[in-house]
C-alpha cells in the first residue's frame, strides 16, 4: 500500500492511497517466489526463483515509477519514503522452510522497493510494524497515541478501506514528510 501526503509536516494531507503492485499479474507464482520452488528439486527451483525475483523486481520499478509519474503530474514531488515491514530477521536463520520462504519474500518486497527508490534518489527509512507507532512517536513529537489518531483523521476523506495496512503507510508517509521538513 502507498500513501501520498502533502505537507506542512506538522498537519499532513491525504493524496493519494493506492496498492502498489509486487508482482505481476500475468504471472501468478510471483506473488510468492520463494513458495513457488519449495516442492521443486533444487536445480529446478533455484532458477526459478531467480526469474520469479526478477519479475518482483521489475514489477516494483515498473508500479512505483507509475505513482511517481501520477504525483508528478498532479504537482506533487515525493521527497521521501518510508516502508513497513513485518520483520527484519535474517531469513537464513529460521530452520522451518515454509516459514522461511515467507521471509525471503518479505525480504525481497523490501529490498526491491529500496533499489527502486535508491534509483530515483528518493531516500528512505524502514519501519517494524510491530513498533511502528512508537518508533514514529519521538520523530514525529506526537504520543504514540496522539500520531495515531491523526493517522485515522486522515482517512476520514478517504474513498475505500483505511485499515491497518493504510494507516501504517500513512505513518510511514508521515514521517518522511517530517523527514523532508527537518
Known amino acids: 500500500m502507498a500513501v501520498l501526503l502533502a505537507g506542512p509536516a ?5 493524496v493519494k492511497c493506492q496498492a502498489v503492485l509486487l508482482s505481476d ?12 520452488a519449495l516442492e521443486l528439486p533444487e536445480k529446478v527451483g533455484k532458477p526459478l526463483t531467480r526469474k520469479l525475483r526478477k519479475v518482483v523486481a521489475n ?12 504525483a508528478s503530474t498532479e504537482g506533487y514531488e515525493v521527497g521521501g519514503a518510508g516502508l513497513v515491514v513485518g520483520s527484519l530477521v535474517d ?4 530452520h522451518n522452510e515454509h516459514i522461511r520462504a515467507h521471509g525471503l519474500e518479505g525480504q525481497l518486497f523490501r529490498t526491491v522497493l529500496e533499489d527502486a527508490l535508491g534509483e530515483q534518489e528518493i531516500p528512505c527509512d524502514v519501519l517494524l510494524e510491530k513498533t511502528a507507532y512508537i518508533t514514529a512517536s519521538s520523530a ?14 486522515l482517512g476520514e476523506l478517504h474513498e475505500g478501506s483505511w485499515r491497518a495496512e493504510e494507516k501504517l503507510a500513512a505513518l510511514a508517509a508521515w514521517m ?5 521538513y527537518r
Not at 506538522?10 to 491525504?14: D, F, R, V
Not at 514489477?59 to 501520477?70: D, G, M, V
Not at 531469513?91 to 529460521?94: G, I, K, N, R, V
Open 140 to 153: 514525529l513529537r506526537k504520543s504514540p497515541e496522539e500520531a495515531k489518531r491523526m493517522i485515522a483523521g
Open 25 to 36: 499479474p500475468k504471472i501468478p507464482q510471483s506473488k510468492q517466489p520463494h513458495h513457488a
Open 10 to 14: 506538522n498537519a499532513p494531507k491525504l
Open 91 to 94: 531469513p537464513a536463520t529460521l
Open 176 to 180: 518522511a514528510l517530517r523527514a523532508e
Open 59 to 70: 514489477a516494483a520499478k515498473k508500479s512505483l515509477e507509475e505513482l511517481l509519474k501520477r
